[in-house]
Every structure is written in C-alpha cells, then in structure tokens.
C-alpha cells in the first residue's frame, strides 16, 4: 500500500515539499555537497560550521579567518547544487566567536541557522535585520520555556522553528551522562509533546505558527510518521545520510558506519565536557587510557582547555572527515549500526516525501 504524501514543512515564507531537515554534522561530514543535493530533493540541507574550513591551506595558522571564507564558499556551492532549495547552516552556540560564525552565515545568504550546543540566547541580534530564520535546539520543556521568554522580552520576536533534539542523536548531546544511560523513550516522548504544546503556546501569544521538528534516532518513514502523530510538523534525519554517495566525509567513515554493530555504538565523554555518542574504535579506546598528545589549538569550542585535553577534538574530527578513521572519533546517532550500504540522497528523500 502506498503512504500518503507528507504535508510540507512551513517555516514562515520558506516551503520544503518535504518535511525533513538533513542534521548538520561537523566536521567536515555535512558541507555543500550533501546539503545542496538534499535541498534539490525538496527537503532542507544544513552545512555544519563546526571547523569548516580544515581544507583551507592556513586552517593551521588561522582556522577562524579559514573557517569564515569556507562558510562563504560552501553555502554558495550548496545553493548552486539546490537549484533554489532551502539551505541552512548549524552553529553550536559553544564555538568560540559564535557572533563572527553567525554574521558570516547571514553575509552568505543561508535561509536558516539552527543552533544549540548551549542556549541562543543573542541569536535574534546577531541576526537582526536579515531575514534569515532562526531555530533554537532544545532537549526539555525548561529550555524552551527560557529561550522563548527571553527572545520575547529582549527583543519582541519567538522562534521561527524549534528543533527538539532527543536521547537518540548523533555527536554532542543536551543530556548528563547518567540520563543518557537509563533513556526511556516512553518518558521522552511525553516530553516532546510538553514541548510541542508549550511551543505552539507561545506561538498563540504572538499570532505566529512555530513548527516544531524532532531530531535523535528518526531513520525511517515510520520514525517520522509516529513524531508527525505526536503534533510534530517535520523530522530531522542526520545518521541515515552518513551512508549517501553524496556526504561529504570520505569513503573509510562511511565504511565505519557499515562495519558497525549495534554494541560498537557508545556514550562517550568528549574532551570539551559534553557526552556524546560515537563508534567505539582503537582511537576511543586509547583515549581511555590516557592523553593523546595533539598539535596546536584551532579555537573550536570554547569549554575546551587545549593543556588539559586529554585529546585535540578538532585533530579527531577532521581525521574522520578525510578517513583516517582509526586515528578519528567517530561521532554517530543510535541508529548507525542499521547502515548495511550506500544510497543515494535521492532515495532517503523519496521514502520521507
């Protein structure tokens, strides 16, 4: 039998056909090329700014500077691959020079910033006057509660999106450790709805229509289907568009995500002081043991102490951005372990339209 046709997904005068938006995964992992050939399929692409311009030649030296011609050169390319589709970028809030990252993302033309990793609490200034729409990652009812009283108070204006990102993601996670590890998703789920209904709220307050999106271990039609059911407008997808012919990391981080069983996939402690999710691989298991000598710093994100780093995240991404996988942290959502082949972007997008 064949599923009924998804309604599309309304962000104020942005329209995608489709509502998914494809998570920004950093480093290097979703940059123009998955993004761009996402937003032609009808859904919307988002480049991560996490480190983007490791390929500039004085990234080394200068990785801010490098960092903010990348996003210039890649939201370009990505707009040029969509043909007009909708293109954002994801800025985590904890990036040093977050204002920078996000004037470079307005000057570049990207239709939508979305930004956690910490509260956006300054998002709407730094964003003033361009048009661009602006969507805040929450995880519980508290902190939507405070980002959204906070805009309305300091500057007049709610989200144009709310992003609520579960237990079940990839990467740097909004949970403590122990939360993470006694997950349940019945609970969870009645989260999302407080939030929904909290959100949708604060929308009445201001005659405005807030979508809400979730994110965390959506892989399939029927993911989408079951948050759609709970009063979610769309889904975000990141984990399932690692394993496309047309993600930017290279070929040995696909190959890591194939290769992976389910018990592979764990909670780690990232060096910045968050948990994550990621592939247990030699690298990981070394760092357990002790520090992992790294190179200079490239300012990534501001909680880090590069002398007390028990490993350069920045070094351990771009390594599994460019393959060197066994040397890399692998960031990944739950549902990595489900990839048993490469597909094209094409095809995801069909089975979410």
Not at 66 to 75: P, S, Y
Not at 201 to 226: C, F, L, Q, T
Not at 239 to 262: G, H, N
Request: hydrophobic share 40%; charged share 25%.
């Amino acid at each position: 039998m064949e599923c009924e046709k998804s309604k599309p997904l309304i962000i104020g005068d942005l329209k995608a056909e489709v509502p998914l938006i494809q998570g920004g995964m950093g480093v290097g992992i979703s940059l123009s090329n998955l993004a761009g050939a996402v937003a032609a399929q009808g859904a919307i692409g988002i480049i991560s700014t996490a480190q983007i311009g490791y390929r500039e030649p004085d990234f080394d030296d200068h990785p801010i500077e490098a960092n903010m011609r990348a996003i210039k050169k890649e939201v370009r390319r990505a707009k040029e691959i969509s043909g007009g589709g909708i293109v954002g970028v994801n800025i985590m809030v904890a990036t040093r020079e977050y204002g920078r990252y996000v004037k470079a993302a307005v000057d570049a033309g990207v239709d939508l910033i979305i930004s956690g990793a910490g509260l956006p609490m300054q998002l709407p200034e730094l964003a003033a006057g361009s048009g661009v729409k602006l969507a805040p990652i929450v995880s519980s009812v508290k902190s939507a509660d405070v980002i959204c009283k906070y805009w309305i108070r300091k500057y007049d204006r709610l989200p144009d999106l709310v992003v609520i990102e579960g237990p079940r993601a990839g990467g740097h996670l909004g949970f403590k450790m122990e939360e993470l590890q006694e997950i349940d998703d019945a609970a969870y789920d009645e989260e999302i709805k407080r939030i929904i209904a909290r959100v949708k709220e604060y929308g009445a307050s201001k005659g405005k229509e807030i979508p809400v999106v979730v994110a965390g271990g959506v892989y399939e039609r029927s993911d989408m289907e079951r948050y759609l059911a709970m009063g979610a407008a769309g889904v975000q997808v990141a984990t399932r568009f690692v394993t496309t012919y047309e993600c930017d990391a290279a070929d040995a981080y696909k190959q890591a995500y194939i290769d992976a069983k389910k018990e592979d996939i764990v909670i780690v402690k990232s060096p910045v002081g968050m948990p994550g999710r990621a592939i247990l691989n030699p690298f990981m298991k070394r760092a357990k043991e002790g520090q992992i000598p790294h190179g200079k710093c490239h300012l990534c994100i501001s909680t880090c102490k590069p002398d007390k780093t028990p490993y350069c995240i920045t070094e351990a991404l771009v390594n599994a951005a460019v393959g060197n996988v066994d040397n890399a942290l692998l960031f990944c959502g739950s549902n990595a372990y489900r990839a048993q082949k490469l597909e094209h972007v094409k095809d995801i997008i069909d089975e979410f339209r």
